[in-house]
């Protein structure tokens, strides 16, 4: 998984779709985001009479814009969508998939993006993808994000976090381990054991994420929780 431009081209992308096999719950997952997304961000906008402009960080192969293209009707009520993944590949899948006015696709990493060219944005959400990083290069972006944001605006942070009490994690990793196991093949499933045991190192607790979002100045709640998968919403006063 250290190659993710290697990793998803030509069949290996559609290989990635099957994981949501492993996930059971994946799709109240990403329409939770997207829900979050239409009534936190679009919603207020439309509210004061103006169209909503925001990002999402780390397209992948676009389930979570999927979902919330489905849950804002095809964005009526954008004005802009930042779609931003460091990888050329995925960026090049979206374009292709997502031919859409309001979206612009953006080569970058969420670093770049959101500490340097992304306009002053209404919201910005993110879904299995921040994780990916180590926790010392998580909260920058969190920094970054909430420094873009317009006086509350909303940002939607859908990924997978550790349980504070050892025990439980260690049932939920060893769940999650098996179901990849049982539904993917053998080749991708060991792939993917591979990638959850270097990113468990890099989890935080949702305990630990709400101080760190907090620390930053945003008011935090988590709003879903299902085995790994949390979704938090985080506001800007």
Known sequence: MKDKDALFKGSQAKEYALFNRAVPHHDDFQRTVGRLVNSSIIRPAAAKGKKATLAEGGIGTGCTLSMVLDETGMLAGVERLYAVDVSPAMVDICRRDFAIPQIEFVTADLLSFFGGSAPTLDGAYSAYTIHNLPQVDQVPIFKAIYAKLKPGGCFVDGDLLAYQDPELQRSVFQWQQDMVRKNLPP???????????????????????????????????????EKLEAVILARKP
């Open 187 to 225: 080749e991708l499933a060991e792939q993917w054991i591979d990638h959850y045991n270097q990113d468990a190192l890099r989890y935080f607790t949702a305990e630990q994420l709400l101080s760190v979002l907090s620390g930053i100045g945003f008011t935090a709640r988590v709003e879903y929780r």
